[in-house]
Each structure stands twice: as C-alpha cells, then as structure tokens.
C-alpha cells in the first residue's frame, strides 16, 4: 500500500463519481473511474509498480470490504421460500445456458481466426 | 453505556476483521467452494449483530471506515485488466462478441426466468446483474430500484452455482481452449469462478478476470440503456 498508490486510485474513483453525479447518472461512478485509469494507463503505455502494488492490496481484502454493505441482507425484507426457490431456479436455469453458450461461441471464434 | 461501546467504529472493525479471519481460515482449510469468505464473514457478523443486539445501521454507520474503501478498490480492477491488455488486443473481436452476446443472453434469460417463476419486479432488478462481480452489481441494482444487498447475496448464489456446473457444462460441449474456459468462468461465475480458473492454468485464470470484468464494464455501460 502506497501513498501515490492511494491517491490515483481514490482519485479516479473520485473523478468517475463526480462525472456519473452531473452527467452519466445511469452508470456507476467506480466503473467510470475504471474507463478513465484504463485510458490513463493505456496512454502511459505501463504500469507504475507502486501502483500494482496498492492495487494487488486492496482487491485482496475485497471480500472484508464487501461484507459490510452484503450484511444489509439482515436488514431487508424477509423473503417468502417460494421466490428464494424461484430465485434459485432463476440462476440456475440461466447459467445452464450461458455457461456452455460462452465457452462454444469464443472457442468457436478462436478455431476460426487460427484455421484462416 | 453498552450499547455506545458495541457501536463504536474500532469495536466494529475488530469484529469485522474477527469474521473476515476466521472466514479465511475456514476456506484455507476446507477449499470449499460453498464457504466464500464473503458468505462467511455476513453469517459469522449477522448472528454477531443479533447475540449482541445491535442493529444493522449501527454497524453501519461503525464500519464506515471500510465502506468508504469500496470505490477505489473497485477501480483497482483497472490494474488487472491492464495487465492482460496485450491478450485483449490480440482477441479483441472475438472476446467482445462473447462478452456481447454472452451478457445480453445471460441477463435477458435471467430476466425471462424470474418472471416465469413469478418473481416481482424490485427482485429481478437485483436479480438482472447476477453474474457481474459483486462491487459493480450492487450500485447498478440499486440504480434501477433493487437492493444491494439481494444483489450481493444473489450475486454470492451465482458464482457457487455457475463455478459448480461449469466444468461438466465445458466437457460435454468439449470446450478445451484455456481462454474460452478462462473467459467463461469469470463471465458467469465472477471472482468465485476466477478463483477456480486459477487452479486450472495461469492463462485460464487470467481469461477468467478478464471475463469478469469485460463483463461488468459491458453490464454496466448496456443495462442502463435496456432497462431505462
């Protein structure tokens, strides 16, 4: 964790937050701010090393940092057990789907480009 | 006199970091993929709050000093999709024609089986961005009148589930090539499926955080304009 490390990153979650207030209100400030680091650093053409290095901290205690708004779960609207079933059956029913329908159509498009 | 103790932000940070830990050893030693750290961490706090009798905006308000990490920590995903930028550009067509189609087919199903089974609609809004990581879906199901944190807890569902029928759904359809495995996995199955690409190839891992982030940029950038 370094102090240069922090201020980029804080800072463009900063500026993606202030852009998604006055203008983008539909998408997320913190996806803004990952458009804007990925223009930045695609532009420098590297990685500062400090910068991998906060990174690399930070998305490692991810999960203790999501915990905490997760939790509100305790605090919702009990759920009746037939929508948590349909819920489930939802994703389920989905992913049987998507699942195999992704790893076909990229293997599919890759096979394709190589044998050309 | 108890209770401000309870709800002092160093006390919720303790017990936070107490169910983060032990969540982290449970996983270390059991390699489950059912005992996420996030899903153990919200049960051990959950019957924390209810034995100690404080309420969920208390710890809340507490556990600021976390919360307030989620925005840049999310935009540390920046960092790995950089790092992979050089396969991107290899790919760059294919890769957005999965994500593309991929992402449209799995919310729209999503959607479609919600309402089938009946599901109102404040729950199918949590329930739209299932399979992108967790700090991206909870401000866009909230965006479009669901909750955080359904989402979160749906979001946990997807990738046990989607991680869990992904190696035999890739073997029947014979799908042998690390990117597409890779990219698959973290399409539908996020961070928890990442985890398992991993242990498969270091080019299947890295596919697979790929995936999972192309996903939750294309969700983010699209669903507004489906949904609005």
Same mark, same amino acid.
């Given at each position: 964790?370094?102090?240069?490390?922090?201020?980029?990153?804080?800072?463009?979650?900063?500026?993606?937050?202030?852009?998604?207030?006055?203008?983008?209100?539909?998408?997320?400030?913190?996806?803004?701010?990952?458009?804007?680091?990925?223009?930045?650093?695609?532009?420098?053409?590297?990685?500062?090393?400090?910068?991998?290095?906060?990174?690399?901290?930070?998305?490692?205690?991810?999960?203790?940092?999501?915990?905490?708004?997760?939790?509100?779960?305790?605090?919702?609207?009990?759920?009746?057990?037939?929508?948590?079933?349909?819920?489930?059956?939802?994703?389920?029913?989905?992913?049987?789907?998507?699942?195999?329908?992704?790893?076909?159509?990229?293997?599919?498009?890759?096979?394709?480009?190589?044998?050309? | 006199?108890?209770?401000?103790?309870?709800?002092?932000?160093?006390?919720?940070?303790?017990?936070?970091?107490?169910?983060?830990?032990?969540?982290?050893?449970?996983?270390?030693?059991?390699?489950?993929?059912?005992?996420?750290?996030?899903?153990?961490?919200?049960?051990?706090?959950?019957?924390?709050?209810?034995?100690?009798?404080?309420?969920?905006?208390?710890?809340?308000?507490?556990?600021?000093?976390?919360?307030?990490?989620?925005?840049?920590?999310?935009?540390?995903?920046?960092?790995?999709?950089?790092?992979?930028?050089?396969?991107?550009?290899? =790919?760059?067509? #294919? %890769? @957005?024609?999965?994500?593309?189609?991929?992402?449209?087919?799995?919310? !729209? *199903? /999503? &959607?479609?089986?919600?309402?089938?089974?009946?599901?109102?609609?404040?729950?199918?809004?949590?329930?739209?961005?299932?399979?992108?990581?967790?700090?991206?879906?909870?401000?866009?199901?909230?965006?479009?009148?669901?909750?955080?944190?359904?989402?979160?807890?749906?979001?946990?569902?997807?990738?046990?589930?989607?991680?869990? =029928?992904?190696? #035999? %759904? @890739?073997?029947?359809?014979?799908?042998?090539?690390?990117?597409?495995? !890779? *990219? /698959? &996995?973290?399409?539908?199955?996020?961070?928890?499926?990442?985890?398992?690409?991993?242990?498969?190839?270091?080019?299947?891992?890295?596919?697979?955080?790929?995936?999972?982030?192309?996903?939750?940029?294309?969700?983010?950038?699209?669903?507004?304009?489906?949904?609005?």
């Amino acid at each position: 964790m370094t102090v240069p490390g922090l201020l980029i990153l804080i800072g463009s979650y900063l500026m993606g937050a202030v852009i998604s207030l006055w203008w983008l209100p539909e998408i997320p400030g913190a996806v803004i701010g990952i458009l804007l680091l990925v223009a930045v650093l695609s532009l420098l053409g590297r990685i500062p090393d400090y910068l991998s290095r906060t990174s690399a901290t930070l998305l490692q205690y991810l999960p203790l940092i999501l915990a905490v708004p997760a939790l509100g779960i305790v605090s919702a609207d009990k759920l009746p057990p037939p929508q948590w079933l349909g819920l489930i059956a939802a994703i389920t029913l989905s992913l049987l789907i998507t699942v195999p329908f992704c790893g076909w159509l990229l293997q599919r498009l890759i096979q394709r480009r190589k044998s050309k | 006199m108890t209770h401000s103790f309870l709800t002092q932000p160093l006390f919720a940070l303790w017990m936070t970091l107490a169910a983060f830990q032990i969540a982290l050893v449970v996983q270390r030693r059991t390699r489950s993929l059912v005992l996420q750290p996030v899903l153990v961490t919200v049960c051990l706090l959950a019957g924390a709050l209810y034995v100690l009798d404080i309420r969920y905006d208390d710890y809340r308000s507490a556990s600021s000093m976390l919360s307030i990490l989620l925005g840049p920590t999310t935009v540390a995903l920046a960092i790995p999709l950089c790092q992979n930028i050089a396969r991107v550009r290899q =790919l760059l067509t #294919p %890769l @957005l024609l999965t994500v593309l189609a991929g992402g449209v087919l799995g919310v !729209g *199903l /999503t &959607l479609l089986f919600g309402w089938l089974f009946g599901l109102p609609g404040h729950l199918l809004m949590s329930l739209a961005p299932k399979s992108v990581t967790m700090p991206i879906a909870m401000p866009l199901a909230e965006k479009f009148g669901g909750l955080a944190a359904m989402a979160a807890v749906i979001v946990m569902f997807t990738g046990v589930i989607g991680t869990a =029928l992904a190696p #035999p %759904l @890739l073997r029947l359809l014979k799908v042998e090539d690390p990117a597409a495995r !890779g *990219l /698959t &996995l973290g399409m539908n199955a996020h961070a928890i499926g990442t985890a398992h690409a991993l242990n498969e190839s270091q080019e299947t891992g890295a596919f697979a955080a790929l995936g999972m982030i192309l996903l939750g940029l294309t969700t983010a950038l699209l669903l507004p304009f489906v949904l609005g």
